[in-house]
Nanobody, 128 residues
Framework: QVQLVESGGGLVQAGGSLRLSCAFS????????VGWFRQAPGKEREFVSA????????YYADSVKGRFTISRDNAKNTVHLQMNSLKPEDTAVYSC?????????????????????WGQGTQVTVSS
């Protein structure tokens, strides 16, 4: 059984940075793509970023391009999301998810049903 545990959330002022981590256990990490999604109060869950199992490809929502960077360390079974230039509209619960996505098209990485396993989430609050 795959388990995902997020960490690194918190309260930060606008313009600041946070680094989220997603610790993976239970299966062979390198055979799973990992994505980050977020959900703000009263809003639907939205895709933030993803990284393919091979580390070759990364994907970002337009709203975070140029500000967020996703990376993975297959030796440590961990994915990081470096978030810079944070804005109040980035406030949300951020969850990581893992799935066996073999496609190279970004569409599939945006789709929650492609991810079989989800973490509990970590709160990110950006004050203005």
């Amino acid at each position: 059984q795959v388990q995902l545990v997020e960490s690194g959330g918190g309260l930060v002022q606008a313009g600041g940075s946070l680094r989220l981590s997603c610790a993976f256990s239970g299966r062979t990490f390198s055979t799973y793509a990992v994505g980050w999604f977020r959900q703000a109060p009263g809003k639907e869950r939205e895709f933030v970023s993803a990284i393919s199992m091979s580390v070759v490809s990364t994907y970002y929502a337009d709203s975070v391009k140029g500000r967020f960077t996703i990376s993975r360390d297959n030796a440590k079974n961990t994915v990081h999301l470096q978030m810079n230039s944070l804005k109040p509209e980035d406030t949300a619960v951020y969850s990581c998810a893992a799935g066996r996505i073999y496609y190279s098209t970004s569409y599939y990485y945006h789709q929650p049903p492609q991810y079989a396993y989800w973490g509990q989430g970590t709160q990110v609050t950006v004050s203005s």
